[in-house]
């Protein structure tokens, strides 16, 4: 250590051994922020920021030691051959292109291997550097000098590229005062290694042209690895600029800029952590009750423009510590820290009053109406999840009960909603595993008593609640979205079966509404009969004329495909809806079902009775058979038979079964004489 400070303070120009320092400081630095960019960037981006950082760690490292160089004062005449002081230049760079694209790699060793190689580059410049500078005497080398400069090159260029495989300023600064010790070191313990003998006294460059050069080659340095810096500075902004763009987008709906779901979380699981301050919190969920009218009256633009305007209301009345954002669809969320119950109140007061008031658009004016179900953080949990799923099934108990009042989570109240879901998810197991079974209800010709078919009816056989009714399940997978693979099954199922049967009665299959508007119904159901061999004239396919009048263009065409297979269409439930006259003057269906609510009253409503003969009458009219349905007595297979009903289905000659019903217990029940009273009413 003595020959090197000796070395510095004796033969060297103090103020051009600073500047040479300076520049190693300065390129250090500008290595590390480098460094950090390569590590950021991937792929061919990576292998460019990897040849702009060895470019300018390079010019630092050969710029050092050419200002440290000229700083030296040889008492003997000096000249530079230019041609190695090129190579010194260039190995420096090309060595520290392996060694930064090792030390950049995500392994626990490759930080020091990589600061190795660049620590080997650092060496070989300075020697062949060295080899460059032909100084007119005999040079002698201390080779434990030589061993230790390079010893001292590796090892601290290693640590401080193994410091750099983490990031913070610690060690950033560490990183940078090693790698600059690295270079500093090496070339001063480098000269304390070089003993001249001096053959002729002469000055070979004189002070003025040394310091010139000195200082021409700083400032060219400073340039090119100013210019690196200032390329890693403005790439690291547009990628900070560009991260912060991606996260609001990420974090915010992209059509109302309000906070998203997963901003929304993270509200909460904030204010969770926040001490002090509020001492409440509530989570509110909301949808909208009559949104789904205005992009059905007025198309979906309009319904994105009532959704902005909404957005628009629910931003400007918000107060410090509320906040709400759209989690998706016509649903909102919102949160609110409070002191006393009043401010919660008048928020959610000002929450109905943004729905409640007119939306006035160009085209179109809009009245929509919203559900808001409200979760208490101290009294209904402390997790952001839990918190808003309870608001949630609060908000459904206000949607069912239709009074527009903010709904309060209540444990007992929801437990029938918890059921429902907890159904549904059930289904749809129940779905993937085929847990589904089909009963099969006969249906009879009148006054024949003959079969005429029989009509497919699923059934769930759950394994804990035993047998659940359709009526329970069937509107559950309607709103779940599962009906229309159910009821691709149950159609499937049926054909199956329907053709292993021994007689050649048809099989009827109800079709739901959502299944009919499905564009894929056509083949699903030519798919059905092809893979089950059963002929389409054996099929009949039941559906409601709700089912129709939703989109009734396309309905049509779907039924009329249907129909030129050879596939009976019947129309189920008549005379419930609005508008089964208009349904029926649009199709040419092969048969009216009559709904089982009129045979019900036919023993002792007239109006029913009335009913009853209309409905045959128009069949007669449009030579569309009448099946009567809900038959239960024999008075009322009395009645159906003379008011001129065509068919029959009901318990009184089956209930839906696995196993087909008898034709002849069928023909015995529908030849029983029932007397006929003189009011017109049927007993046995």
Known sequence: MMRVALCITQEHDLRLVGLALLICLIGSAATVQLFHRVRAAAGYSRFGWVVLTAVSAGTMVWATHFVAMMAFRATAPVVLDPILTLFSLLAVTFLAVPGLALAVQRRSWSGAAGGGIIGTGIAVMHY???????????????????????????????????????????????????????????????????????????????????????????????????????????????????????RRMAMHDGLTDLPNRISFIEELEQRFLIKGGYSCMAVVMMDLSRFKVVNDTYGHQA???????????????????????????????????????????????????????????????????????????????????????????AMYRAKSAHSGEPCFYDSQMDDAIRERRELIADLRIALDTEAFELHYQVQAALPSGEISGYEALVRWRHPTRGMVPPSEFIPLAEKSGDIVPLSIWILRQACFEAALWPNRHPVAVNLSPIHLADPRLVDTVRSALEDSGLPPERLSLELTESAIIHDRRFALSQLNALKAM????????????????????????????????????????????????????????????????????????????????SAIQGYLIGKPSRTLAEPDRVRRTMLLKPCVVDDGAAFA
């Open 128 to 246: 062949v550097g060295m080899a460059a500078y032909r100084v007119d005497g005999i040079v002698t080398w201390d080779w434990r000098y030589v061993l230790a400069s390079v010893v001292l090159s590796c090892g601290l260029s290693a640590s401080a590229f193994h410091t750099l495989k983490g990031h913070s300023r610690l060690r950033n600064s560490k990183a940078i005062g090693l790698l600059a010790l690295a270079v500093a070191a090496l070339h001063f313990t480098g000269m304390a290694a070089m003993q001249v003998t001096v053959l002729q006294f002469g000055e070979g460059l004189s002070d003025l042209t040394m310091v010139a050069l000195a200082i021409t080659t700083a400032v060219a340095t400073c340039i090119i690895v100013g210019c690196a810096a200032i390329s890693a500075l403005i790439d690291g902004h547009t990628q900070t600029e560009s991260y912060t763009r991606l």
């Open 303 to 393: 319904g994105d423009q009532l959704l902005v305007a909404l957005a628009a209301r629910l931003t400007a009345f918000l107060q410090p510590g509320e906040c709400v954002a759209r989690l998706g669809g016509d649903e909102f969320a919102a949160v609110i820290s409070y002191q006393g119950a009043g401010d919660l109140h008048d928020f959610l007061g000002r929450l109905r009053a943004a729905c409640d008031a007119p939306f006035v658009f160009d085209r179109f004016t809009a009245a929509i109406l919203a559900n808001i179900g409200v979760a208490l953080a101290a009294h209904d949990g402390f997790d952001a999840d839990v918190l808003l799923a309870k608001a949630d099934l």
């Open 566 to 645: 050879g596939i009976a269409i019947a129309l189920d439930d008549f005379g419930v809806g609005y508008s089964s006259l208009d349904v029926l003057r649009s199709f040419p269906f092969d048969r009216i079902k009559l709904d089982a609510s009129f045979v019900a009253e036919i023993e002792r409503d007239d109006q029913a009775v009335a009913i009853l003969r209309s409905v045959a009458g128009l069949g007669l009219t449009l030579n569309i058979p009448v099946l009567a349905e809900g038959v239960e007595q024999l008075a009322q297979l009395s009645i159906v038979a003379r008011e001129g009903c």
